[in-house]
Every structure is written in structure tokens, then in C-alpha cells.
T-cell receptor, first 115, second 112 residues
Framework: ETGVTQTPRHLVMGMTNKKSLKCEQH?????MYWYKQSAKKPLELMFV???????ENNSVPSRFSPECPNSSHLFLHLHTLQPEDSALYLC??????????????FGPGTRLTVL | GQQVMQIPQYQHVQEGEDFTTYCNSS?????IQWYKQRPGGHPVFLIQ?????EVKKQKRLTFQFGEAKKNSSLHITATQTTDVGTYFC????????????FGKGTHLIIQP
């Protein structure tokens, strides 16, 4: 176990639905990330939160809305998604010290299918 | 923006053969990290290289960071079936941005 949990593990939703993905880290880290992993594409960084402040938003469509209420929890709110949004959504956390980059610990991911 | 490229995309080897994957960045990296993702699993951190020309070993795995800090390689000696998976390199995106830019990964397939 990496100490990063994600729920649900699988999600099927229609294009008009609203759902949320949840991530929790038990490692005392101060940075959390959302990545998207699609077939035949590299892991794509979506959002970064450092000490609960969003520091990166890599041109992600507004139908994806992140929320980080504290340094241990991260949510990804989904609404009016498109079939091409079907992918594995991975949460990760790390301990950031200034500009020093430490290893990232990934959760098991949520396999999302949009019908 | 920064690009991280990996080759080959797929590598089939017989069990016991060696395996190497190469990673190239379009920009100089402050550090490079390697991850392994088993089929159906999630990426797991293997190692981080920071110094120019650095070489690190983990049992049968040897990691190198190029002198110019723009390329890296992972070499596995005498592959075993447990080595199956996708190996990713990743580096900071640069410009002070947070997070990691990942390569597409090399899928290692081992035939017994």
C-alpha cells in the first residue's frame, strides 16, 4: 500500500451526470496532484495543490473542477463530461520542500467510463 | 513546452535477456525520476537522479543521468517475469512549475 487511497475505483457515468472522485493521503505530505492516464498517451498532469493552494492548472476543461479542503484530501468534481474523458484518473502526493522535488506516491486510480 | 520522450515504446525480450529504455528531455532537467507501473496497477517510484553523470544501481537495475542532464537510461540485467510492466521517466516541467512531466513509457513484455 502506498498510503494514498482513491474512491471509487470504477465509475461509469452519462454525459449529463455529476460525480466526484475522492483522494486521501495518509503520508503527511503537503502536495497533491491529479493526473489523467489515457491509452497511448503519457500521464497528463491536470492539477497541483501545494499546501492546499492550487499552483498548476494545465489547461484542463472547466468540466473538471478540483477541490482541496486540506492537505490530506483532494477531490475532482466532474460534470457534463465527454466520452473522450474516459480514462484512469490518478491521484498522487509528495513532500515538497521549496523547489526540491521528491518522489510522488500514487493512488490506485479511478477507472472512469463516460457513456 | 517541455517534452519528455522515451524509446522504445514496446520491448519484447526473452526471460534472462537484458533490457534498456532511454529517456530524452527537450530541456535540461534539475532531476529525473523513474517509475514502474505493473499491468492494472499504478505508477510506483523507483529512483531519482539529481547529479550530472550520476549512476545508481538497484540490484539488477542500473539508472544513468546524462552529463548534460537532458537524457537518462534504465538498464535491467537478466530480466525476470516480475520485471513486466511499463517504465516511465519523469522530470519537473521547468519554469518553476510544480508536478512532473512524464514520458510515454516503455512497455516491457517478457516471454518465458
Amino acid at each position: 500500500e502506498t498510503g494514498v487511497t482513491q474512491t471509487p475505483r470504477h465509475l461509469v457515468m452519462g454525459m449529463t451526470n455529476k460525480k466526484s472522485l475522492k483522494c486521501e493521503q495518509h503520508l503527511g505530505h503537503n502536495a497533491m496532484y491529479w493526473y489523467k492516464q489515457s491509452a497511448k498517451k503519457p500521464l497528463e498532469l491536470m492539477f497541483v495543490y501545494n499546501f492546499k493552494e492550487q499552483t498548476e492548472n494545465n489547461s484542463v476543461p472547466s468540466r473538471f473542477s478540483p477541490e482541496c479542503p486540506n492537505s490530506s484530501h483532494l477531490f475532482l468534481h466532474l460534470h457534463t463530461l465527454q466520452p473522450e474523458d474516459s480514462a484512469l484518473y490518478l491521484c498522487a502526493s509528495s513532500r515538497q520542500r521549496g523547489s526540491s522535488y521528491n518522489e510522488q506516491f500514487f493512488g490506485p486510480g479511478t477507472r472512469l467510463t463516460v457513456l | 513546452g517541455q517534452q519528455v520522450m522515451q524509446i522504445p515504446q514496446y520491448q519484447h525480450v526473452q526471460e534472462g535477456e537484458d533490457f534498456t529504455t532511454y529517456c530524452n528531455s527537450s530541456t535540461t532537467l534539475s532531476n529525473i525520476q523513474w517509475y514502474k507501473q505493473r499491468p492494472g496497477g499504478h505508477p510506483v517510484f523507483l529512483i531519482q537522479l539529481v547529479k550530472s553523470g550520476e549512476v545508481k544501481k538497484q540490484k539488477r537495475l542500473t539508472f544513468q543521468f546524462g552529463e548534460a542532464k537532458k537524457n537518462s537510461s534504465l538498464h535491467i540485467t537478466a530480466t525476470q517475469t516480475t520485471d513486466v510492466g511499463t517504465y516511465f521517466c519523469a522530470g519537473p516541467p521547468g519554469g518553476g512549475a510544480d508536478g512532473l512531466t512524464f514520458g510515454k513509457g516503455t512497455h516491457l513484455i517478457i516471454q518465458p
